[in-house]
């Protein structure tokens, strides 16, 4: 039998008053050493089946497939889940007898909640996963609805990829790079990583993420608690700085700028943010004129700062000084 910690389970604990109390599944109490286990109870699935419609040899058909998927030797555990998933999301094609036309027929969802109850025995001890699938534009569906209520699923694609190099760059990257990748992304965006990965590494566990065509996998639950103190607001300075000088020039493609301060040496160069629409009124209105400027500052660690002009109201005339 498996031995868990105390915070465990609480957790679990927890996780099993949600679904029995609060989401209506009956709990069945904990199959863990119930003789002749399975992760696909035949008579509990039978029932379900022929409760939602279909026959006793369209439910026995569908569990057999069903098993197939689930317990396919040649394969990862990871891709059975899969399998499995893609079934009871999108169907199973069923043919009963030879001749017979093939139909597809749905697991899910529910179709009367009090005849087919939502089940749960016990929750997972060691690795565990979720997947997460983009929203799908809909033919019949308004576009300026639909990303109102999801999002729009390119934005959330970009999301997933940025996370997935927060994690990356976090676990192994400078502070430079990290710096560049902060500066990107929104400080409560971070901030959420950050305790995301902080609650990971408390229950000496680790994660990773799929997504198209990467996969990242932290090494262990060290790297895991390094890359959340990297990732701290403590390691992160997130201010705003004045400065007194004179724009040398701004790059509307990249959308970059260079500013020459009068109380230092060097130059700075920094980004111009996505709210400054027209970038040329820089070049236009305050090229080599003597200006004070508002810039927020990213500095991870001893990593260079990331400077942004982040509005066009944060340039003010200076000639008085």
Known sequence: MSTIGKNE????DRVIALFHNELDYRYLGDWSERSGNSNIDEALLGGYLMKAGNSMAQANRAIHLLRIEADNPNRRLYDNNRA??????????????????TATRYMGPIPDKQKNQLIITGTAIGSFGFEYELPSANAGADPTQLEMNYGAPQNTEVAMQKLE???????????????????????RAVKKVAEFLTYISDQEAWCGLDFNDSTFRFDGSNQVRNSAQRLNADNIRDTTEEFTGRFEGALPTSRTFEFKPVDQ???????????????????????????????????????????????LEDIKNADGV
Request: proline share 3%.
């Open 165 to 187: 190099e927060l994690f990356r760059v976090a676990s192994a990257g400078n502070d430079d790079d990290l710096s560049e990748l902060v500066d990107e992304i929104h400080p």
């Open 265 to 311: 040496k060097g130059i700075i160069r920094g980004k111009i943010g996505p709210d400054i629409e027209d970038t040329h009124v820089i070049n236009r209105n305050h090229l080599e004129k003597l200006v004070k400027v508002t810039l927020n500052v990213i500095q991870v660690g001893q990593g260079r700062p990331r400077y942004t002009l982040a509005k």
């Open 9 to 12: 389970r609480e957790t679990q």
């Open 84 to 101: 499995v998933y893609s079934m009871l999301r999108y169907g199973v094609q069923l043919k009963t007898a030879a001749g017979q036309l």
